[in-house]
């Protein structure tokens, strides 16, 4: 098992930048394919993007490609969301999640993702 921790949200003017971080503890880090998801009140709760076990692959949602880089590090366990150039409509509560599922980025669905952290608030002023 994992367990997440993300940190790093806040609040920011639009067109600003934040790096949310997402801190792992458990066993073997990098086996897991590693993604970011967002809710915004009211809504559902909506893939950003995800990076593959060994950082080699990233794939992104269209609403944010361009604009949001997630980066991993194995070595502390972390992954990285960074945020540029936001929008108000970035503004959500972001989750990070784990999954052992072996398939490519672009085909992982929330439900494949068994571990999640507590998320942490993103609000973009605008």
């Known amino acids: 098992q994992v367990q997440l921790v993300e940190s790093g949200g806040g609040l920011v003017q639009a067109g600003g930048s934040l790096r949310l971080s997402c801190a792992a503890s458990?066993?073997?880090?990098?086996?897991?394919?590693m993604g970011w998801f967002r809710q915004a009140p009211g809504k559902e709760r909506d893939f950003v993007g995800g990076?593959?076990?060994?950082?080699?692959?990233?794939y992104y949602a269209d609403s944010v490609k361009g604009r949001f880089t997630i980066s991993r590090d194995n070595a502390k366990n972390t992954v990285y969301l960074q945020m540029n150039s936001l929008k108000a409509e970035d503004t959500a509560v972001y989750y990070c999640?784990?999954?052992?599922?072996?398939?490519?980025?672009?085909?992982?669905?929330?439900?494949?993702?068994?571990?999640w952290g507590q998320g942490t608030q993103v609000t973009v002023s605008s």
């Open positions: 999640a784990a999954t052992l599922v072996q398939l490519p980025l672009v085909r992982l669905r929330l439900a494949d993702f068994g571990y």
């Open positions: 990076v593959s076990w060994s950082g080699g692959s990233t």
């Open positions: 458990g066993r073997a880090f990098s086996s897991y394919a």
